[in-house]
């Protein structure tokens, strides 16, 4: 008996099966998935031991995972996931998922981590099993080599209180701010940050008509892409 789930904007079957029961997601409606697992019990009635075996390569399925599940991210996010996809094309060219095994998986962290900061590897792998738990889900492979990896990095990172003031800090940038005599845009740039937590893309993004002087208020609805210069990125579509 076959159950589906919808999973974000496509549905999932589950079919029962020995040892672990058959999923497989990423279908457009509901009639597409219960087509798809029926063909699947039909397999399994007729005896057959284990489903077609999915041999699908390492960086194709990130991809059309990427695509599917994470197709409304911002693009300075979406970026970091296509990095992770260069990363494993890079370093499993022609590789199926199904192939890749946990000693495996575990010395491409070793390598990696050797030439990049733990942050970074962290980052990578979060991406990586994320995606691998999907595929586990689908029924395209059975183990999860992402599981209890060791997460290592040579190259010291920056601590979170290096990257960010804390409050002491940003009242005595503020009151300094206040005291000053000089009015330069960056001035009050500063002063808005500081006050109202707005975001360096979204700070950088505000124009002219985003100020309503009568109200008082400020309309955030963009950010400014200052990593390519690409220009704004709406929150909702113009």
């Not at 575990?106 to 970074?120: I, R, V, W, Y």
């Not at 002087?213 to 704004?232: A, L, M, P, Q, V």
Request: glycine share 6%; aromatic share 12%.
């Amino acid at each position: 008996m076959a159950s589906f789930q919808k999973r974000g904007k496509t549905w999932q079957y589950c079919v029962s099966a020995k040892p672990k029961p058959i999923r497989k997601g990423g279908f457009k409606t509901k009639k597409e998935a219960m087509i798809a697992a029926a063909e699947v019990e039909a397999k399994l009635s007729k005896g057959v031991a284990s489903v077609d075996k999915k041999t699908i390569p390492f960086d194709e399925y990130f991809k059309s995972w990427v695509d599917v599940y994470k197709d409304d991210i911002e693009d300075i996010t979406l970026r970091s996931y296509n990095t992770t996809l260069q990363t494993i094309t890079d370093n499993f060219p022609g590789k199926y998922i199904h192939e890749i095994s946990k000693r495996e998986y575990q010395k491409f962290l070793n390598d990696f981590g050797s030439k990049h900061a733990k942050q970074t590897v962290r980052k990578l792998n979060t991406h990586i099993r994320a995606c691998v738990q999907e595929a586990i889900e689908e029924g395209i492979i059975q183990i999860d080599f992402t599981r209890k990896a060791k997460i290592a990095g040579k190259v010291e990172s920056k601590r979170p209180e290096e990257k960010h003031l804390n409050y002491s800090e940003s009242r005595l940038l503020l009151n300094e701010l206040y005291v000053r005599k000089e009015r330069s845009i960056g001035y009050y740039l500063l002063i808005l940050a500081l006050t109202s937590g707005i975001r360096f893309a979204e700070l950088i993004g505000l124009t002219k008509d985003d100020f309503d002087f009568e109200s008082n208020e400020i309309t955030i609805d963009k950010t400014w892409d200052y990593k390519t210069g690409k220009g704004f990125t709406y929150f909702y579509k113009k």
